[in-house]
Structures are given as structure tokens and as C-alpha cells.
């Protein structure tokens, strides 16, 4: 197990994590998103933050806080979840924007599905994939394809 933990950790000279903000209902897309974003950090180009990385017994609003802090680039999984999340609402989407605006934090956001971010800050951020055609009602073949596009959208934010 240690073995496999240490193959799939991110490199020491990583730059500082992107942090991933989603709702929890929406975590199978957060390990899709891990999935298509895992070659960059095998490279050394990026790691990622999100809370996974909790463990029982921490405090996970200070580790959330202070991976806000830290993170140059957050990315934001939009959905009608994330929207009712009142966590996201009240503690990381307004820190993120505000550091947005500060420009200390590169924000990117891709649409799941819903019209919420039309009533939201983020209708004046371009999101990283066509809202016109939400993740969730591609095909599968079609996901794949954009979560591929997406990596290289990171990718160049990054750089």
C-alpha cells in the first residue's frame, strides 16, 4: 500500500496545488477530473488539492482555508449541487473569487450541468468548456474528449 501511495503521489518540485472546489454529490466527476489532470502531475506541471486529502479528525476548515491561501489556480466543478452546497456558497466560492479579483488566483471553472452560474460571479469568468453543452449531457466518448481538452486548458493556464 505504501508502495502504491508513494507511485501516485504528486513530485516534491511540484508548483503550488490547484485547488478543486465541487459539491460532494458531484465527486465522480471530481475523480474524472483527477483522472484527465494525473499526467500533469506526473510531470511535475501541477498538483491538486481537494479533500481527499482530509483524513478523520482534521480540522477541514482550516485545511481548506489554508489551501485557498496557497493555491495560485483554482478550479471550480459547476452544478446545481455546487450552487446548494452551502459551504461552497458562504466559505470557498467568495474567497476565491476575491483573491480572482486580487489576482492571486487564477480561476477556471467548468459546467456540469444547471443555469445557476448565469445568476452568479462566474457569468463574467469564460468558463473552460462550451456551456452550451454542459459535461453531463455528452456522451461518454464526448466527456472524454473534453476532459482531455480541458487538461490542456489547465495546462497553458498554468504556464
Keep these: 500500500m505504501r508502495l502504491l501511495q508513494a507511485q501516485f503521489a504528486p513530485k516534491t518540485d511540484a508548483k503550488p ?3 478543486i472546489s465541487y459539491a ?3 465527486r465522480q466527476w471530481l475523480l474524472k477530473l483527477r483522472s484527465a489532470l494525473r499526467p500533469l502531475e506526473h510531470r511535475a506541471q501541477l498538483a491538486v488539492w481537494d479533500d481527499f486529502r482530509l483524513q478523520p479528525g482534521d480540522a477541514y476548515q482550516r485545511h481548506i482555508s489554508e489551501a485557498i491561501d496557497k ?5 471550480l ?3 446545481n449541487a455546487f450552487f446548494a452546497s452551502t459551504f461552497i456558497q458562504n466559505e470557498e466560492l467568495p474567497r476565491l473569487l476575491a483573491k480572482h479579483q486580487q489576482g ?10 444547471g443555469d445557476e452560474w448565469l445568476k452568479s460571479p462566474l457569468q463574467a469568468i469564460l468558463s ?3 456551456v452550451e453543452q454542459p459535461l453531463a449531457a455528452l456522451s461518454p466518448a464526448q466527456q472524454q474528449d473534453a476532459l482531455i481538452m480541458l487538461r490542456r ?3 497553458a493556464a498554468i504556464e
Design 17 to 19: 496545488p490547484i485547488f
Design 24 to 26: 460532494h454529490e458531484d
Design 71 to 75: 493555491a495560485p489556480v483554482a478550479i
Design 77 to 79: 466543478i459547476v452544478s
Design 104 to 113: 492571486t488566483c487564477r480561476l477556471l471553472w467548468l459546467l456540469l450541468e
Design 128 to 130: 473552460l468548456n462550451d
Design 153 to 155: 486548458k489547465v495546462a
